[in-house]
């Protein structure tokens, strides 16, 4: 495994710092979405994921042609109710594997949903924030 080629930092909507890393040197052939680490967590947790090969992206991972309505990666975070607690991740990402470091500042315990959106691909996944 590759370690961090490269570091995005965001923040959430409760203020709390996120970092998201790429992992990977080839591009995947899936979407995938994995359970997070550690789980149940406090006060941060990890989420990786994999974005594919994209017939919208050249092999070297820059864009063939305009992506139009694809391309966009969402990931975000939401509480039991359906509220958005947290964007994780919201731009045009290259095809490989990424990690989100998630630190839960000003969130309660509880149980939270995460959501990985790309090209089409939607998937949710649980996990339980304990303080």
């Not at 967590?41 to 090969?53: E, G, L, M, R």
């Not at 309505?69 to 969402?74: A, H, I, K, Q, Y």
């Amino acid at each position: 495994m590759a370690v961090g080629l490269q570091s995005i930092v965001g923040t959430d909507n409760e203020g709390g710092v996120t970092s998201v890393n790429e992992l990977g040197l080839h591009a995947p052939s899936d979407f995938t979405l994995f359970q997070n680490y550690p789980n149940p967590f406090n006060p941060s947790t990890k989420i990786q994921y994999t974005i594919a090969k994209s017939p919208l992206l050249g092999g070297d991972g820059r864009l063939a042609r305009p992506l139009g309505g694809g391309g966009l990666v969402t990931l975000k975070a939401y509480d039991i109710l359906g509220r958005e607690v947290a964007t994780l991740v919201n731009e045009n990402k290259k095809p490989g594997y990424y990690e989100v470091q998630f630190n839960t500042s000003g969130l309660t315990s509880g149980i939270y949903f995460y959501t990985l959106r790309a090209e089409g691909f939607i998937q949710t996944k649980k996990m339980i924030l304990l303080r």
